[in-house]
């Protein structure tokens, strides 16, 4: 059952407006305006080389983000 609540968001999140180092375990984020990462860790191959890439609000990113560091914006990181 916690896959499908998790797919939901129903497992919760973390708003995240800050410059500080969030870990967690996260399955995915979504910026809630335009927001630049400089820095994430996850499963993604690659992911890192988004940084200094302004993510549009509202799109999303998926994996296990088990770190994530924003220079600007603000992002919902969801719980797994």
């Known amino acids: 059952m916690a896959n499908e609540y998790r797919g939901l968001g129903l ?3 973390k708003y995240i407006n ?3 180092v969030h870990n967690g375990d996260f399955f995915c984020i979504v910026p809630t ?3 630049v990462i400089s820095a994430i860790t996850s499963n993604v191959e690659d992911l890192g080389n988004i940084t200094a890439t302004t993510l549009a609000a509202n799109s999303a990113i998926y994996g296990r983000i088990t770190s994530v560091t924003l220079t600007s914006g ?3 990181a969801y719980k797994m």
């Open 11 to 13: 497992n919760g999140g």
């Open 18 to 20: 800050d410059t500080a």
């Open 74 to 76: 603000a992002i919902i």
């Open 33 to 35: 305006e335009d927001t």
